[in-house]
């Protein structure tokens, strides 16, 4: 079994390419969207900080955003698909476990989006000062805040769905934001903010966050796919197969592929190889059987 503004400070020219680049087959991305333009709750003082960048990681994250890939021939009436990238809540693995993600799904004419999310155990956060962020509170406040926003397109067409999905760290705020829906508030003076945050389906890839107890899955939680490597620590590649029963018995839709010989963190990498490399075809495939997607997406060029 298979089982619109620029971010906080600019940052320099070489590390935003490299940070953003795609596969070389992959689409390119758009301008940065803040979630709040003015400042997320909590962090209005700080949005100005100069994010830390390590190789592909990014961390010291005050100014929450999400990062467009428009594709180049839209399905119509086709799903938008939010990327929360994994970390440990201590740096974002922006490119294989987020660009690279957008990248492929783009080129399939599905717009998708990088989560940029506040962490709740920032490696940039000086020594000896207590974390700033938790998840429950802020990253998960970033997730919602982005369902509502892609929901209202973005700057872009109006999606005919909206997912959520994540990657280890990423997964833990994917699940949150798919399981805990918030209804949107008519007399905000926010337009968006007036609208719902709640996902349409979403996605775990080797997700942490399982073990919590404080989950609650029915018939209303939205359709779940679900991918791990059995090699992966059992609290992921046993926690997973449970989640997915448990989700079958609460009259959920889940779909669960578990890949031997796949450990954690593959992502979307060039160089992977075997079964698991494959999982996003799987997704896309899962998309379209769902009616999320109007038929199989194929990539442009």
Avoid at 141 to 157: F, N, T
Wanted: charged content about 20%; proline content about 11%.
């Amino acid at each position: 079994m298979h089982l619109a503004a620029a971010l906080t400070r600019p940052l320099p020219l070489l590390a935003l390419c490299l940070l953003t680049r795609a596969p070389a087959d992959g689409a390119a991305p758009g301008t940065p969207l803040p979630l709040w333009p003015a400042g997320a709750p909590g962090s209005a003082g700080r949005r100005l900080e100069p994010e830390k960048v390590a190789g592909s990681n990014v961390s010291n994250i005050h100014h929450p955003s999400l990062t467009p890939y428009w594709p180049e021939t839209p399905v119509p009436g086709g799903p938008a698909v939010i990327i929360a990238p994994g970390g440990g809540h201590a740096r974002l693995a922006a490119q294989h476990e987020g660009h690279h993600v957008a990248a492929w799904l783009a080129r399939r004419g599905i717009a998708a989006f990088v989560l940029k999310y506040r962490l709740a155990k920032d490696d940039a956060n000086p020594a000896g000062q207590p974390q700033p962020y938790t998840v429950d509170r802020d990253a998960l406040a970033d997730a919602r805040r982005a369902l509502r926003v892609v929901r209202r397109g973005a700057g872009g067409p109006i999606p005919g769905s909206v997912g959520i999905l994540g990657f280890s760290a990423g997964g833990e705020v994917a699940l949150l934001a798919a399981t805990r829906p918030e209804a949107g508030r008519p007399e905000a003076a926010d337009a968006t903010d007036r609208t719902p945050a709640r996902a349409d389906f979403y996605a775990l890839v080797y997700p942490g966050g399982l073990p919590r107890t404080d989950l609650e899955v029915s018939a209303q939680t939205p359709p779940v796919f679900l991918i791990a490597g059995v090699q992966d620590r059992p609290n992921i590649s046993e926690g997973l197969a449970e989640f997915y029963l448990r989700s079958k018995r609460a009259g959920a839709s889940a779909e669960l592929h578990l890949y031997a010989g796949a450990g954690h963190g593959f992502g979307v990498r060039e160089t992977n190889r075997g079964p698991h490399a494959a999982w996003i075809e799987r997704f896309a495939d899962w998309l379209t059987e769902r009616k999320f997607l109007a038929s199989a997406p194929r990539p442009n060029g």
